[in-house]
């Protein structure tokens, strides 16, 4: 159905119920939203917009990213959106309509949107998450002309753990080859841009086991701690409730990167979303979210 149907009430009342709790419970709470999620987006509008699925960025089996775009596409800015999962787990196809929900929503507004999955923990260590990144931006500019895009306004878009690689690529210069990270921007919406494994956090053993249980190295690794004057544009976008601690390290983003750059990054708090809902909604009728990064792409500097 070609539709953008709204969030109903009832959804927004079982958000209201279960975001003041949501640390109790943050892997049941997840389900839940996927849960109630789900239906609803497979009622929004996907017409016009073409997936080509399960392209290989290298030689991993997870190592593949789907593409989606408006029929004739030309010169379009390009997205790579990048999951989350805590590191351990995590699919770019979490329900059979998250996380396409974010492709779907970028191709309909004329932007070639670029699914990527990675490597996960235990299997792999950091900084190879950051490293899949690197490889699916040099992919994408190198297919940009025949997928129609602009190689010169390509960007990141990372969830939770995809905004901890997504930003640890853009920022970290160890990460990035010659020339630079060849982004336009970088998207950080509810990411665990610090490495921690502090009592407060519920995945602390999820970071240990990509990140490793030393301590001192913890701040090394941590995106945040590699914002320099000459960053990339970054957007921020937090909800109101988040898994703990991710809005305080996302609000140490944005002190960093206005404190390195002289000037705020753009940055939005979601009110009464949830660390889930905050990317499940998008392709909605609820547009403020989508709004936001369709702007920062077209205008970041």
Not at 88 to 95: A, H, I, L, P, Y
Not at 101 to 113: D, E, K, P, S
Not at 147 to 169: I, M
Not at 178 to 206: H, M, Y
Request: charged share 20%; net charge neutral; glycine share 10%.
């Amino acid at each position: 159905m070609s539709t953008a149907p709204p969030i109903p009430e009832e959804l927004w009342t079982l958000m209201g119920q279960v975001g003041p709790e949501w640390g109790s419970d943050v892997p049941g709470h997840v389900r839940l939203m996927i849960e109630a999620f789900t239906p609803l987006l497979a009622r929004c509008t996907k017409d016009g917009v073409k997936l080509t699925r399960g392209i290989a960025y290298g030689a991993h089996p997870r190592q593949i990213l789907d593409v989606y775009q408006a029929s004739g596409s030309s010169g379009a800015p390009m997205v790579l959106f990048v999951h989350g999962g805590a590191f351990v787990d995590g699919d770019k196809d979490r329900s059979p309509e998250i996380y396409g929900n974010v492709l779907y929503y970028l191709a309909r507004h004329g932007v070639i949107g670029i699914n990527v999955e990675y490597r996960l923990a235990p299997e792999v260590r950091y900084p190879a998450g950051s490293e899949d990144i690197g490889l699916a931006v040099r992919w994408a500019a190198q297919n940009a002309a025949s997928l129609g895009g602009d190689a010169a306004r390509l960007f990141a878009f990372g969830h939770s753990t995809g905004a901890a690689h997504a930003a640890s690529y853009a920022y970290d210069v160890r990460r990035h080859p010659p020339g630079g990270p060849g982004l336009a921007g970088l998207i950080v919406v509810s990411g665990r841009v610090r490495a921690d494994n502090l009592p407060e956090n519920p995945n602390a053993r999820k970071v240990e086991a990509y990140y490793g249980t030393d301590v001192s190295v913890l701040n090394d690794v941590s995106p945040v701690s590699h914002v320099r004057a000459d960053s990339v544009p970054t957007m921020i976008a937090v909800a109101e409730f988040e898994n703990p601690l991710i809005d305080v390290h996302c609000a140490e983003l944005f002190y960093r990167l206005a404190a390195a750059r002289r000037r705020a990054p753009r940055f939005l708090r979601l009110a009464r979303h949830n660390h889930t809902s905050i990317i499940a909604h998008l392709n909605t009728a609820e547009e403020t979210l989508g709004r936001e990064i369709l702007e920062f792409v077209e205008t970041a500097r």
